[in-house]
């Protein structure tokens, strides 16, 4: 004997415990003629309260039904599009994130840069690949403190890097277009102070400037 | 678990993904919200296309219910926005007359106080009720009084044990016959109703 129609009326009066009501739940998925049935016995039992509204047509829940499934896949494309400008974003932060960093590493903060030395300093920079050589150079005497660091502002001429210590080799030693790194003066939690010459960097840009005008 | 509760289980289900659940709770109040809407449109037609935007708005804030509300106020509350907010998309005015949506279990004929209903609709409906009733007064003694001490007096299967001096079980196999039978005259009158004008 089939028990359904009988847990069907049980369940719409809720008398069915929760793992009861989740089996004829799952029946449900796949008998049409239970669930049409149920929509009767609340037709049935509105009218035996005297409270039938009009009758909705015969159609009208699997409309709402399809209406939620295509909801349901709208909804989840534009979620994937999201993915993808987030996708999208992120990359572009990131890219926008190593330009920044590779900007401060190269730019000069002090009086003496000029407009014209930024913006060469800046094309410059954003050249992938020379913003940290892969190949490494001999490690040069430590220098002593020149003159021209003495009266000026630090800022103008230094940049900290970190980097990790162990052969000794600063990546910043490979010179930093367009400035030319004098000295680095390794620091004991592992950075480096980089003495950058803002005399070589202003020849370098203009060197830079009339190639271009060259080219022109 | 009384109906309340099995909405309430049914909604918890709907909230952990299961369509099936909320299928039911479509099937269950379908006509009651496009009774209710259907004050606010011209046609039952259009009663239908708002009471469909409406059940997919709630598919869509189900997870934000927290079952302080019955599921039918909660209903209720976003079936008449959605039929205001129709009315204001068409330039239209929403009645002033709001039902508070705490007593808005049922108020009977307020749809038909519109003119949404077509004379067919109603026949229908008459002649539903008229059915119902005369395949109770059909049923045997006992099922009828079972099936009317749930139905009409709200008692539990537990009560309806006590007063009839029965087993739960015999309760329940009462309703359920008294369904079935109700059940087998209602079938061919709500299979013709397909799509009525």
């Known amino acids: 004997m089939n028990h359904h129609p009988e847990q069907l009326s049980a369940g719409m009066d809720g008398e069915l415990t929760g793992e009861e009501l989740r089996f004829l739940l ?142 000794s080799i600063s990546p910043y030693e490979q010179s930093i277009s367009p400035y030319r790194v004098k000295a680095t003066l390794p620091a004991a939690d592992g950075s480096y102070l980089l003495l950058v010459d803002p005399g070589t960097a202003r020849q370098s840009a203009r060197r830079s400037l009339r190639e271009a005008a060259a080219a022109q | 678990m009384g109906d309340n509760e099995l909405d309430r289980a049914l909604v918890e289900r709907v909230q952990k993904g299961d369509k099936r659940a909320f299928d039911l709770l479509v099937r269950k109040y379908q006509h009651k919200i496009v009774g209710l809407v259907s004050r606010y449109a011209n046609n039952h037609a259009e009663a239908e296309d708002i009471a469909q935007d409406a059940f997919v708005r709630a598919w869509r804030a189900i997870g934000s219910f927290r079952g302080d509300s019955a599921f039918y106020t909660w209903m209720y509350k976003i079936a008449v926005n959605t039929a205001k907010n129709h009315l204001v998309a068409q330039g239209r005015r929403p009645p002033a007359d709001d039902i508070d949506a705490e007593d808005a279990v049922f108020v009977p004929g307020s749809d038909r106080m519109q003119e949404t209903a077509t004379p067919e609709r109603e026949l229908m409906r008459q002649q539903v009720e008229q059915t119902v009733f005369a395949a109770v007064q059909a049923l045997p003694e006992e099922l009828r009084t079972a099936i009317t001490l749930r139905e009409v007096d709200g008692l539990s299967y537990e009560e309806i044990a006590e007063a009839m001096q029965c087993p739960i079980g015999t309760v329940r196999s009462r309703i359920f016959r008294a369904r079935e039978a109700i059940d087998e005259r209602l079938r061919p009158l709500l299979s013709d109703r397909e799509d009525q004008a």
């Open chain 1, 26 to 167: 799952r029946r449900l998925d796949h008998d049409r003629s239970l669930l049409v049935r149920w929509e009767r016995f609340h037709v049935a039992s509105a009218g035996l309260r005297r409270e039938l509204p009009t009758l909705a047509t015969a159609s009208f829940a699997d409309r709402v039904m399809r209406a939620i499934e295509d909801e349901s896949v709208v909804t989840s494309m534009p979620r994937a599009r999201r993915h993808h400008w987030l996708r999208l974003t992120a990359g572009g932060a990131i890219a926008a994130g190593v330009a920044v960093v590779a900007l401060m590493a190269s730019r000069p903060t002090g009086p003496v840069a000029s407009d014209a030395q930024s913006a060469a300093s800046v094309a410059q920079a954003s050249t992938p690949g020379r913003v940290a050589s892969p190949v490494p150079s001999p490690l040069p005497a430590p220098a002593a403190v020149p003159r021209w660091l003495s009266n000026s502002n630090p800022m103008s001429m230094t940049q900290m890097a970190s980097y990790p210590q162990g052969d």
